[in-house]
């Protein structure tokens, strides 16, 4: 059986219940070691055999749950944050349903949500917006064309970035060009519940500038929005002039 378990954004204590109990009860651990806090590896039971996947290929990975599968072992696949985001796991799907091996997916706490907590942000507030896109600049991976950052720009929405730290000058040029303001409120996480956590809040216009005076150059997380301003109306959920399943408006 091999279970993939996101490891969370980054503090060894916020992998969840589940992902914690799965890796102490591991045979094997196959790890992503440039992105996955090692601590988390103190879950693992002495004699668990563990396999850094940040040299690996594909293939190889394949081939030790294979190896371990053949032995009547336990994997767990231990990726950053939560899989589902760019944790390239259906090919690994693919693969294990080719060779007839059981596997299943535990959800873990995504760089996104462990971002907005440092920052204490809530990204969808009110009459600012009602709407998060994640995504990336393209850089060596492409994206579709419908997804370019001056289209999706367009909408104004919160927009959370992933994997382009080293982008940050065409990022932030597309981002001006697809419609936000200059002065649009922006955000750089680096390292996000981790140790070394950093924070920068700046103007979108100095995106780029902030990441080269701090020495930031990879493994953050780019925030841009209305929602890291000041302005916003208060949730109807909890206004007294509100009427809600639970509770009549006050009169």
Request: hydrophobic content about 40%.
């Given at each position: 059986?091999?279970?993939?378990?996101?490891?969370?954004?980054?503090?060894?204590?916020?992998?969840?219940?589940?992902?914690?109990?799965?890796?102490?009860?591991?045979?094997?651990?196959?790890?992503?070691?440039?992105?996955?806090?090692?601590e988390?590896?103190?879950?693992?039971?002495?004699?668990?055999?563990?396999?850094?996947?940040?040299?690996?290929?594909?293939e190889?990975?394949?081939?030790?749950?294979?190896?371990?599968e053949?032995?009547?072992?336990?994997?767990?696949?231990?990726?950053t944050g939560?899989?589902?985001?760019?944790?390239?796991?259906?090919?690994?799907?693919?693969?294990?349903?080719?060779?007839?091996?059981?596997y299943?997916?535990?959800?873990?706490?995504?760089?996104?949500?462990?971002a907005?907590?440092s920052?204490?942000?809530?990204?969808?507030?009110?009459?600012?917006?009602?709407?998060?896109?994640?995504?990336?600049?393209?850089?060596?991976?492409?994206?579709?064309?419908?997804?370019?950052?001056?289209?999706?720009?367009?909408?104004?929405?919160?927009m959370?970035?992933?994997?382009?730290?080293?982008?940050?000058?065409?990022?932030?040029?597309?981002?001006?060009?697809?419609?936000?303001?200059?002065?649009?409120?922006?955000?750089?996480?680096?390292?996000?519940?981790?140790?070394?956590?950093k924070?920068?809040?700046?103007?979108?216009?100095?995106?780029?500038?902030?990441?080269?005076a701090?020495?930031?150059?990879?493994?953050a997380?780019?925030?841009?929005?209305g929602?890291?301003?000041?302005?916003y109306?208060?949730?109807?959920?909890?206004?007294?002039?509100?009427?809600?399943?639970?509770?009549?408006?006050?009169?």
């Amino acid at each position: 059986m091999v279970h993939f378990v996101g490891a969370g954004c980054g503090a060894a204590d916020l992998i969840t219940v589940r992902g914690a109990k799965l890796l102490g009860e591991a045979d094997v651990v196959i790890y992503a070691g440039s992105l996955v806090n090692p601590e988390l590896l103190k879950y693992c039971k002495p004699e668990c055999e563990i396999h850094d996947s940040a040299r690996l290929t594909l293939e190889q990975v394949i081939d030790l749950i294979r190896a371990a599968e053949a032995a009547g072992k336990t994997t767990v696949r231990l990726h950053t944050g939560d899989s589902s985001i760019y944790g390239a796991v259906r090919e690994q799907f693919d693969e294990l349903e080719k060779l007839g091996i059981e596997y299943d997916v535990c959800p873990g706490v995504s760089a996104f949500c462990g971002a907005a907590a440092s920052l204490k942000a809530e990204y969808t507030l009110p009459d600012v917006t009602q709407t998060v896109i994640i995504t990336r600049m393209e850089g060596r991976t492409p994206v579709p064309e419908r997804e370019k950052i001056r289209a999706l720009a367009s909408h104004g929405s919160t927009m959370v970035l992933f994997l382009s730290t080293g982008l940050l000058e065409g990022l932030q040029a597309e981002l001006m060009a697809g419609g936000y303001a200059p002065e649009t409120p922006a955000a750089i996480v680096y390292k996000a519940s981790w140790p070394e956590e950093k924070q920068f809040r700046c103007r979108l216009c100095e995106l780029a500038e902030t990441a080269r005076a701090n020495n930031i150059t990879k493994t953050a997380l780019i925030l841009v929005g209305g929602f890291l301003g000041d302005h916003y109306e208060r949730s109807k959920l909890y206004d007294p002039g509100f009427t809600t399943e639970f509770r009549e408006a006050e009169k």
